[in-house]
């Protein structure tokens, strides 16, 4: 639509077009001296009368405001403060001192420096709670608490044999008849890690909580608290589950587990088991929390997981998961660090482990007396929770659905109400199907060609940048889409300019379209938090109840001021072209930009009738609108886009959700703007296709891995006994067509010619080896690498007929070692199809350190039950009838063999008749020291080709283990 000419009368020109205010309504200007406003209204009249020069420095202003608070909200540095109290200056300071001391070396559960972290954590818990009558210690390595359990994992069937040695602490509380309060963490790191932020920091606040409790200015907990330093969280949360079966176990009914699934910044609340609990998390002074993160673990999209799912799953607890959870790419990595962490990291974990834990231990809580079946109700209540600025909300799932529903039916009846009147009775809003149609047919384009610019555009032209510079994709996307938007709604309004009618404010229009989006959403998210669950959890989409909220008041506002204007006749603008005609008005300098507007509820003179009846309703609906859901948003998506991005270096499925979550992103944060796009100035319009213009470029030209961003590679080096030639082969895991280069330029690989060979795998991914001259020194005298992994046959098949249950007997020699992995072979027959349906293997035996009656136990099995049992010789033994793929073996003694039994179907179809009896079985053993076990200097390497990737590696590298050790030693036997 054109602008108005000099020649339009000072009535009409520079009115709040129809298109974007109530056009309709009448003011009375004030008059000053000379029939003119005075320099106030004039400054009223400049800021918030309904045009381009306003609108854009509400925009700014509120972009502005959007990105600082959402900075200043994540930000550690602003948000948390160290402590000046004596006693938690002295606890922190004891606590860094720890944490400095247990992340001195990698120490995953597979290497001596575990021992050694261990060793350290029981000197300083019996000096911390020296003289105190009321705490207790209890070390795992009694030997008492071995298990033997199942996990499946999708069609495979893991047994798992554990032995723990965790570090266990009571303090009795004086209520003995309240249940108690378990604080957990893990001291072990993968092989890879320095382990500071998974899970030093946790193992740190734990002592840290211990010490603030047993200070004699403390007093003592009216609930027990019962510590669990576990171990070997990392390859199978081990150490969570062994404590399951401990005495003290019994006792408990909440847990707080800290972790940590990134590498620093602030801990943040990303799981809680339910409302009942997750609504204590208030009481802590710097609460960071999202619901998001929640649904994301629930719904499987980050693939890791901590004791917290032990906790809840296994042992029926109700509690909170807190942990680090960004940079993901130096997560288990070296990197994960004393020098790239600080103290305030630990004291915001610190603090709120002991605010959470000194309140619910220090007094009766509501979940303390519940029924059985009130509890049962309870914990079925998932818990939507956010914080902001610290200060923390939680809402129970059942509240929220009555919420919803309850605004589900009122805002439609409220809103049908109004525009009855309007239509019906007042009529005075004209509204056509282009100005009904444009919204939504702008809303596809602009979707259909963002998501082209975006998945064949970006993600082609510059694939792993979100890796670095994920809020420049935002950022650039959001640019375009306004620009897309802009272009078809204007677009529309010149092509269908003859049918323009007065009266149709577009503006509450697309409002109350936006509106309908949401209620839509609503209905969606309610139906499905009506059946929440793992698995399909909504309990992070709440936001878009809030969004629904401001939308629906927004509209309410403009059409209560239609269904109470008067009708008029003057052709007032109603949505020009941006960029179109010159006769625009800026600052105060217009007396007369603003014509006589009616009120909205009649017609008042002076100062008053200003304020009152301007007509600025758009201002009313931009502040209710835009700068909350402006804020939601975009703090929303940066989170969840902080807390993913650098995952697109796991796999393509991760690549393309990152890419959605990116147009996702835009598309929510570009919303709120959307019904007052018709009036940007035509500065900020070039000033967006500037700005899209420049992140194009970037995007095309900037690297997506630097030294702060590290390209994450995995690796392991591993020995087939089974081959002819037994060469070390080292295997580096990333994405695929990224690293060939650089281990084509390590110079252990050119100085022997080796080649490197380069195999793409499933979901983008890429194995990329090459035979190493650099050979592992970790046991001392090693001759050669039958030295490492030695398997002794005791007893096979090959004396018994095929008729029940076989059994066979190996005995692993692995010098220096602690974890093995044996999987039992099930592989098609000769005619092509599979020998069994489910493994043949039924039962699995690890020996007791003295095996008694060894036959006994080996051939009295057919009446054992299923699961778990143990014999009175100390024998671990599991049955499964439906069948065995994997045993994984941990052990503590170091010198110990495993001697392992094992039942089986023989196979009497499609087998040649010396095969009929016979159990393959794969089996690779770990290590994991990164010195040699000798005692060598700390500057040697027990795994040099480990070591001189991480020397010459370009410093955009990160190097994590693939595997549960860096390297390994199979072979194959059958029995």
């Not at 272009?487 to 149709?504: A, E, M, P, T």
């Not at 999987?823 to 699995?844: E, I, L, M, Y």
Request: net charge negative.
């Amino acid at each position: 639509m054109s602008e108005l000419n000099e020649s339009t009368p000072p009535a009409t020109r520079g009115t709040a077009s129809s298109s974007d205010g109530v056009a309709s309504n009448h003011v009375a200007v004030v008059k000053g001296n000379n029939n003119s406003p005075n320099i106030f209204i004039r400054f009223i009249r400049a800021v918030f009368g309904y045009r381009k020069t306003s609108l854009t420095l509400f925009v700014i202003l509120t972009i502005a405001f959007t990105i600082l608070l959402s900075y200043i909200d994540n930000n550690l540095d602003l948000t948390v403060s160290l402590p000046t109290d004596r006693l938690e200056v002295d606890i922190l300071d004891s606590s860094w001192l720890d944490l400095q001391n247990i992340a001195k070396h990698e120490h995953t559960y597979g290497s001596h420096a575990n021992d050694r972290v261990h060793d350290y954590l029981q000197t300083r818990i019996r000096d911390i709670i020296k003289e105190k009558s009321y705490i207790e210690y209890e070390n795992d390595l009694n030997g008492d608490n071995k298990i033997l359990f199942k996990s499946a994992s999708g069609e495979q069937t893991t047994i798992s044999y554990y032995e723990s040695n965790n570090l266990l602490v009571r303090i009795n509380g004086t209520d003995k008849n309240l249940p108690a309060l378990l604080l957990s963490a893990h001291y072990d790191s993968v092989p890879s890690s320095f382990g500071v932020t998974d899970d030093g920091m946790g193992i740190a606040s734990l002592l840290g909580v211990l010490s603030y409790f047993s200070d004699k200015s403390t007093q003592r907990p009216k609930r027990t608290v019962i510590f669990n330093f576990n171990n070997d969280e990392e390859f199978g949360l081990y150490g969570a589950t062994a404590f399951l079966s401990h005495p003290w176990f019994e006792q408990i009914k909440y847990f707080l587990n800290l972790e940590g699934t990134g590498a620093g910044g602030k801990a943040i609340l990303f799981r809680g088991t339910d409302f009942g609990i997750v609504k204590y998390f208030k009481n802590v002074r710097y609460p960071y929390a999202t619901s998001i993160f929640q649904e994301g673990f629930n719904n499987h999209l980050i693939h890791s997981e901590t004791d917290y799912k032990i906790y809840k799953e296994m042992g029926g607890l109700r509690g909170l998961d807190l942990a680090f959870y960004k940079p993901r790419d130096i997560y288990h990595t070296a990197s994960d660090s004393i020098k790239n962490n600080n103290i305030k990291s630990l004291w915001h974990m610190l603090s709120n482990s002991i605010d959470f834990s000194k309140f619910v231990a220090g007094q009766v809580i509501d979940l303390d007396n519940e029924s059985a079946d009130e509890s049962e109700k309870s914990s079925q209540d998932f818990a939507s929770y956010a914080s902001f600025l610290n200060y923390f909300f939680s809402v129970p799932v059942s509240t929220l659905i009555v919420v919803n529903t309850s605004l589900l039916v009122l805002v439609p009846l409220i809103s049908l109400a109004l525009l009855l009147i309007i239509f019906k009775y007042k009529k005075t809003w004209q509204v056509t199907t282009v100005n009904v149609l444009k919204f939504p047919l702008a809303a596809i384009a602009s979707g259909v060609v963002m998501n082209l610019l975006v998945s064949d555009g970006f993600q082609k032209l510059n694939q792993y940048l979100p890796t670095t510079y994920p809020l420049l994709l935002v950022y650039t996307s959001v640019a375009i889409l306004l620009l897309l938007f802009y272009v078809f709604l204007n677009g529309i309004n010149l092509l269908f300019r003859s049918q323009k009618v007065l009266n149709h404010d577009e503006k509450l229009i697309v409002i109350i379209e936006i509106s309908l989006f949401y209620w839509i959403a609503l209905v969606y998210i309610s139906r499905s938090l009506s059946y929440n669950r793992i698995g399909n959890d909504h309990t992070g989409e709440f936001p878009i109840t809030i969004l629904f909220i401001v939308q629906s008041v927004a509209a309410f506002l403009g059409l209560l001021g239609w269904s109470f204007t008067t009708p008029q006749t003057t052709d007032e603008e109603a949505s020009q072209p941006l960029l179109e005609g010159n006769q625009e008005s800026y600052g105060t300098e217009d007396p007369d930009d603003l014509t006589p507007q009616s009120s909205l509820l009649g017609d008042e003179d002076g100062f008053k009738g200003l304020v009152k009846y301007l007509g600025y309703d758009w201002s009313l609906q931009f502040l209710i609108i835009v700068p909350l859901t402006s804020l939601i948003v975009y703090n929303s998506g940066w989170l969840v886009l902080d807390g993913v991005n650098k995952s697109i270096q796991e796999s393509l499925a991760a690549e393309n959700l990152i890419y959605k979550i990116i147009q996702l992103f835009a598309f929510f944060w570009v919303l709120p703007y959307l019904p007052f796009v018709f009036k940007l100035n035509r500065i900020i319009v070039w000033g967006l296709t500037l700005f899209a213009a420049s992140g194009v470029v970037l995007i095309s030209f900037l690297e997506p891995f630097n030294i702060a961003n590290p390209l994450k590679l995995r690796f392991i080096q591993k020995v087939d006994l089974t081959q002819s030639e037994q060469d070390s082969i080292v295997q580096v895991f990333g994405r695929e067509g990224i690293f060939y280069d650089i281990l084509a330029d390590i110079p252990s690989v050119k100085e022997s010619k080796v080649s490197v060979a380069c195999e793409n795998i499933v979901d983008g991914n890429q194995v990329c080896s090459y035979k190493s001259t650099l050979q592992p020194e970790i046991i001392p005298g090693a001759k050669d690498f039958r030295d490492y992994l030695q398997i002794e046959i005791v007893e096979d098949s090959s004396s018994r007929l095929p008729y029940g249950l076989l059994y066979g007997e190996i005995i692993i020699k692995a010098p220096e070692n602690r974890m093995c992995n044996l999987q039992f072979d099930k592989k098609a027959s000769h005619s092509g199809r599979d020998k069994f349906k489910d493994s043949p293997a039924k039962t699995v035996i690890v020996f007791a350190d003295e095996p008694k009656n060894v036959s006994s136990v080996a051939h009295n099995t057919r009446m054992l039950p299923e699961g778990f049992s143990r014999d009175e010789d100390g024998n671990y033994l599991f049955k499964d009838v439906a069948g065995i793929d994997n045993l994984y073996l941990n052990k503590l003694d170091w010198k110990k063999n495993f001697r392992i039994g094992i039942q089986w179907l023989p196979n009497i179809i499609d087998s040649p008749d010396d095969e009929i009896n016979k159990l393959g079985i794969s089996i690779e053993c770990f290590w994991a020291d990164m010195t040699p076990v000798d005692g060598g200097k700390e500057s040697s390497s027990a795994i040099p080709a480990y070591r001189e990737l991480l020397h010459y590696s370009p410093n955009y590298v990160s190097w994590a283990n693939r595997d549960r050790g860096l390297f390994s030693v199979s072979t194959h036997v059958q029995v």
